[in-house]
């Protein structure tokens, strides 16, 4: 870890004002700075600002980037209201980590893609040019789906697949001055310049995350990983199911473990919109989730297990029997 | 006073039976538990000496080469930094356990990815961290093999076997299989990462470290250094764990004791979890092929076991996978085969239970699929085929309980609920039932204890190490019971080698050895009590703080009046291991669910059954076996070490990427012990038991798959995506 | 830096770097070497202590952010002769071999008991919106965050199910 310069923001213009590296949870930074992956010179520590709170807003909730884990799975709202939420925090890290990561800082987890995390391997994410080294490495873990020829890093987290499921709305505080980012623009894609992974400038704050009203339906959220707990996804999804008259009414879809972000597509939840649920169904909307994945030899079992837990997941949701 | 014995004979007195205190085998708490709840057990790290240092080691980046520059200035101009050291001395890779010799030096030539070249040493640990990521290094590099599968591998002529005409056998037989299984690397991943402290007084150094056999470990470090033996002192009262990685010196103790005397400080390095990775020895990954002939009875007629593994060019050891398969069942007609592979990972050694853990798991796994060729109960199959005489050398065994265990396993777990694959399902689960064997070699090794009886009690002195096997509360209970003192007057100081040297902790030898000499040392005390009563040892009674013989009774402290008694005892293994085949022996049993849809699976209940002498305590030996059982649960389902294909080096090296089982995913675990008694094993009948519960266990759990969702996993571990029925 | 730190009831005025984590500034400035160091990555548990009340891993927490805080580690919940329930439940029932992960699981295990009492659900909760009760599973899952190589999990299932209650 390199040397920096601490300091304690006393208000969030304070901290806007700074330019510097913010911490809150310290879960993934400190993980960062000790590897010198992240090498910040100014470190501002933020985890004392007013944003720990969840309040009412509107028909929906709005969720301080501060708020820890822990405490945003077990508000009662967000488990009556939006359980899909609740349960991809539960899935996610330990009980100590959910203590400490918060809300802002969990959208921003960096990838875990060994390569990303071992200083003397190349990585265009570390060092714009430097090479992948997943690509024809060790790529069990990372991305099929959304990758480009100079990353296949896949995003880690199990809350920011919720939120894409649920339309979250990301409040920035920056040098402009405050803006809402839906989360289906928050993130990019890696393309020629993997380093760049969310539409944050220099300076910008998470302050909140907005829900909006409650979608009603099913709520699902399946993880499939290496072992029963405390591990990153193979590949999860988040699923928002609301059945009427026999037929699906809407339904919101997002995955983990298969992109480097969050992944919803729109054509398969219209696939789903209106149709009697049926295994058939279930598979048709899995070919659009999946159409375009650009698999490596580790990871394309990815492509099958995918298809396996939408069906199980959709099943479930749509309180349909087991599939045979 | 010097009790000597070489274990030339069964010894089946079994005098510890007539014994009066009662202690011996009882559920004691252990001995440290107290302060190891408070966190006042104090590991290899956690001295303070003043004026401490923090040195940590810098790696190769390159597979093989050497290095031939190191530029130390931005390093050395950082603040706190005191000096970067690439002394000569400076080791490779760690001993392998046991080694006379320290392991391979000169950090200069790079034999793997990862290795250590350099420590910086800085003032603060802070300030080390960084420095070491600072030095620039340049390197010649070469090109070397790191895949096992793609270089000719060594036969080496001592390590085949042939008997009869295996491939005849084969070719006659009712039914048979021919299946090859392949196991990853594994890692031993103590929770204590390797680290030592090193003092210098004069030309004398004392290292704080983590280890697990002092008395070779100092024979190791004084030759690393190019000093004397008894130049070097070894402190090991608490080790976090060992499994094999902390048998031999590692980099960090030579490193701490070179720096220490350049600096004239007392110098810590402690390596880091991915340090641990890349440094410490790894299980060799294998590609084990098995080859089983039988009859239409399911008697086997042809048994072959070939195995791959691999090591470094040059190094000594080579994962002994079918260590057991030559006397484990019977066959006319058998072949072992051993290969190995040089080539450029890191180096591989010992870990818990080198050779059976995955030559009983592989061998367990295939003896299930010809169970289910020839239609033959999988507990049956090997029942019939469990040999009178050790196949080969035509030796008795000590004593062989592999059937008992295996009936009294398959009765207490409900066997005969087992049904066929795919037939039991509970919503998306598929239920399922596995077993295997257990069965893991037995062996001595020399030790010495000294034991003091005063007037308050007695003490037990010897380098032994308790690495949370329970050495404290077994030796305490040893003495307890020959001296007949409640155990809380008995002491028990470890892990010095100012102490009488010892086995030390591996092998699963520790208990029997290190509890022997401890044994002895207590039987001539006995004998000088006796002498004092007028009686024979045979004819003393000695319980509470009391001597009796017949109906004279009196109190140890009138005995001794004011004198101290101290005895030293010293085993030896002698004839006995050569006259009988002695193992210790078990049966698993393992329900687990699969998930239909994800190929997830939960392991939901598992039983072992073990025979492995006497029991010295209940509750420490039963903790030893839930351990080697949960071994068994990652190795089956998610341990594995990735190799990149370019480099060789672990790329997932560390503890989220290398997935020990959790919490989550252990559950109920049942351990029975038969009453078992095994005179060659020595006088107090006692035998190994640390790694026998991790032999076979992972095969208990992928039969246990194969049964639920009829999907055989030969390629470990058993992850979601092998496994998707 | 200067940090103010009150551990185990006692005030300790730290003045170290800044990159000092709590794990370290524990360890190697405060000689409170319970809490201990298995991966420095929040990867494995051993290094849990409790902050405001809360089960945290000391190893991903900067000794600076703390200032001002409540913590508690292994050598605040008792000592030999006066351990605590949970303590002396660890002992009797062999939920430890090593030793070494075990100040983090007893941390652990003394923050989860309040977090179920709390009503917090987990991974293993059937029903998000009923009462949460302490179960063998629930505990499993609850306390996957402390990894044990010797694997004395069921015994630490034992344990605590033992003063749970």
């Known amino acids: 870890m390199r040397e920096f310069q601490y300091s304690r923001a006393t208000s969030v213009a304070d901290a806007v004002a700074s330019g510097a590296t913010f911490i809150a949870g310290g879960t993934n930074l400190l993980d960062l700075m000790k590897h010198e992956i992240a090498v910040p010179g100014r470190v501002v520590d933020i985890s004392r600002l007013d944003l720990d709170r969840i309040e009412p807003e509107g028909e929906g909730l709005r969720i301080g980037a501060l708020v820890r884990n822990s405490d945003l799975a077990a508000d009662h709202r967000v488990r009556q209201s939006y359980p899909v939420l609740s349960r991809a925090l539960l899935a996610g890290a330990s009980g100590q980590l959910r203590n400490m990561a918060t809300t802002g800082g969990n959208l921003l987890q960096r990838t875990r893609c060994p390569y990303f995390y071992d200083t003397a391997m190349p990585c265009n994410k570390r060092e714009p040019g430097a090479g992948c080294s997943a690509i024809g490495g060790v790529n069990r873990m990372n991305a099929v789906l959304g990758v480009s020829d100079q990353c296949i890093a896949a995003h880690p987290s199990d809350m920011a697949v919720a939120m894409m499921a649920l339309d979250a709305v990301v409040e920035v505080e920056g040098a402009s001055g405050t803006r809402r980012i839906p989360i289906t623009e928050f993130y990019r894609l890696p393309g020629d310049t993997p380093h760049m992974e969310t539409a944050l400038d220099r300076g910008d704050l998470i302050t909140a995350v907005l829900l909006p009203a409650p979608k009603g339906g099913e709520h699902r959220y399946r993880k499939v990983r290496d072992r029963a707990s405390y591990a990153f996804a193979l590949v999860s999804v988040a699923a928002v199911v609301r059945m009427e008259g026999g037929v699906i009414a809407d339904a919101a879809l997002a995955f983990g473990g298969l992109a480097p972000m969050p992944w919803r597509v729109s054509a398969a939840e219209d696939a789903l919109q209106g149709q009697p649920p049926s295994p058939a169904l279930f598979d048709r909307a899995a070919d659009l989730v999946l159409s375009g994945a650009q698999p490596q030899e580790d990871n394309a079992f990815k492509l099958p297990m995918a298809r396996r837990v939408l069906a199980a997941t959709l099943a479930d949701a749509c309180r349909m029997e087991d599939p045979q | 006073m010097t009790r000597h014995r070489k274990i030339d004979h069964p010894d089946n007195d079994n005098r510890l039976d007539s014994m009066a205190q009662g202690v011996l085998g009882k559920p004691v708490d252990r001995l440290e538990g107290p302060l190891k709840v408070s966190g006042l057990a104090t590991y290899a790290s956690e001295a303070r000496p003043s004026g401490m240092a923090h040195g940590v080691l810098v790696r190769a980046t390159i597979t093989k080469g050497r290095v031939v520059g190191i530029d130390r200035q931005a390093a050395l101009a950082l603040p706190g930094v005191m000096t970067v050291i690439t002394d000569p001395r400076m080791v490779r890779y760690p001993a392998q356990g046991m080694a006379g010799k320290g392991p391979k030096a000169g950090p200069d030539v790079v034999d793997y990815h990862g290795q250590p070249i350099a420590l910086v040493v800085a003032e603060g640990f802070e300030q080390a961290r960084h420095a070491a990521k600072a030095l620039r290094i340049t390197y010649e590099e070469e090109p070397a093999p790191t895949d096992p599968d793609t270089v000719t591998p060594e036969v080496p002529d001592a390590k085949q076997k042939a008997q009869g005409d295996l491939d005849a056998a084969i070719r006659d037989a009712a039914f048979s299989v021919d299946c090859t299984y392949t196991t990853p690397t594994l890692m031993a991943v103590a929770m204590e990462p390797h680290a030592a402290i090193a003092e210098w007084d004069g030309d004398r150094v004392t290292v704080r470290a983590a280890l697990q056999m002092l008395a070779s470990d100092r024979k190791q470090l004084a030759d690393a250094l190019g000093v004397g033996p008894e130049q070097v002192r070894l402190l090991a009262p608490y080790v976090g764990g060992g499994f094999g990685s902390k048998l031999g010196i590692a980099p960090e103790a030579v490193a701490a004791a070179i720096a220490a005397k350049e600096l004239g400080v007392p110098v810590s390095v402690a390596l880091t979890r991915m340090q641990e990775f890349d440094i410490t020895h790894r299980r060799s990954e294998s590609r084990q092929r098995v080859l089983l002939a039988a009859g239409a009875d399911g008697v086997l007629t042809g048994i072959g076991h070939e195995a791959l593994v691999s090591n470094l060019p040059d190094s000594p050891f080579s994962e002994p996978v079918t260590q057991a398969t030559p006397f484990t069942y019977q066959a006319a007609h058998r072949r072992i085969a051993h290969r190995i592979a040089r080539v450029h990972r890191s180096c591989a050694g010992s870990v818990r239970a080198p050779g059976e853990a995955i030559g009983v798991t592989v061998f367990e796994a295939a003896l299930d699929e010809l169970a289910e060729a020839a239609g033959i109960d999988p507990v049956e199959l090997r029942l019939r085929n469990i040999p009178d005489r050790e196949p080969g050398t035509g030796r008795p065994y000590s004593v062989n309980r592999l059937g008992d265990c295996l009936r009294e396993g398959a009765h207490r777990f409900g066997w005969n609920q087992r049904r066929a694959p795919k037939e039991r399902l509970e919503g998306e689960w598929f239920i399922g039932m596995g077993m295997a064997a257990a069965v893991r070699v037995n062996m001595l090794i020399e030790s010495r204890a000294r034991v003091t009886l005063t007037e308050d009690g007695a003490k037990v002195e010897t380098d032994m190490t308790d690495i949370g096997t329970g050495t404290y509360t077994i030796l305490r209970q040893i003495a307890a019971e020959m001296l007949g003192l409640p155990v809380d007057l008995v002491e028990v100081h470890l892990g010095d080698t100012d102490f009488p040297p010892a086995a030390g902790s591996g092998g699963s030898f520790g208990a029997a050895s290190s509890g022997t000499s401890v044994y002895l040392a207590c039987e001539d005390i006995r004998a000088r009590i006796a002498e004092r009563m007028g009686c024979t040892d045979a004819e003393l009674r000695l319980q509470d703080g009391r001597a009796s013989f017949r109906n004279d009774t009196r109190e140890l402290r009138e005995l001794l009046a004011g004198e101290v008694l101290v005895a030293e005892g010293h085993v030896e293994p002698g004839d006995a291991e050569k006259q009988a085949r002695q193992a210790t022996w078990g049966a698993h049993f393992a329900e687990v669910a699969v998930s239909r849809h994800t190929g997830e699976v939960r392991v939901r209940r598992m039983l072992g059954v073990f025979a492995c002498g006497r029991i010295l305590n209940e509750k420490t030996a039963r903790s030893q076996c839930l351990g080697g059982m949960t071994f068994g649960i990652g190795m089956a389902l998610t341990e594995g070490v990735e190799h990149d294909p370019r480099t060789g080096h672990i790329v997932n090296r560390d503890l989220a990427g290398y997935h020990l089982p959790s919490h989550a995913d252990v559950p109920e675990q049942d351990v029975v012990f038969l009453p078992d008694r095994d005179g060659f094993a020595g006088p107090m009948q006692a035998k190994g038991i640390g790694e026998l519960g991790i032999c076979g266990a992972g095969g208990a759990v992928l039969n246990a798959i194969y049964n639920a969702c009829g999907v055989r996993v030969r390629d470990l571990p058993a992850t979601p995506d092998k496994v998707m029925p | ?165």
């Open chain 3, 1 to 165: 830096m200067q940090t103010e730190l009150f551990i185990n009831g006692r005030v300790h005025r730290l003045d170290a770097d800044a990159r000092v984590t709590l794990l370290d500034a524990l360890r190697h400035h405060l000689g409170l070497t319970g809490t201990k160091k298995g991966c420095d990555h929040g990867q494995c548990g051993a290094c849990t202590v409790l902050v405001d009340g809360r089960r945290v891993n000391a190893c991903l927490t900067l000794a600076c952010m703390c200032d001002g805080a409540e913590i508690t580690t292994i050598e605040g919940l008792g000592e030999p002769g006066a351990l605590s329930p949970l303590q002396s439940a660890f002992i009797a029932h062999d939920g430890f071999q090593c030793g070494y992960c075990t100040p983090g699981q007893i941390c652990s295990a003394t923050a989860m008991m309040d977090e179920i009492a709390a009503g917090w659900p987990s991974h293993a909760t059937e029903d998000l919106n009923a009462p949460v009760r302490p179960s063998p599973e629930e505990i499993r899952e609850r306390m996957s965050g402390n990894l044990c190589r010797c694997a004395c999990y069921p015994n630490i299932v034992d344990a605590i199910m033992e003063v749970q209650g």
